[in-house]
């Protein structure tokens, strides 16, 4: 089963996570992209598991 990151994307925010869906490299509705840059560590695990959830 493919996933749609698009919709992935939609769920994601309504647990208050946000990612863009796709990538330069490879992109289509499959893949996405996630920062860290501006994050601590514990905003990071906090929100790989909301995304988590929303699977």
Not at 11 to 19: D, E, P, T
Not at 20 to 39: D, I, K, N, Q, W
């Amino acid at each position: 089963m493919e996933r749609n990151a698009i919709e992935f994307a939609q769920k994601a925010i309504a647990r208050l996570v946000a990612f863009v869906p796709g990538f330069a490299e490879s992109p289509g509705l499959a893949t996405l992209r996630l920062s860290f840059a501006t994050s601590n560590v514990e905003k990071i695990e906090e929100c790989i598991a909301r995304l988590g959830e929303v699977l």
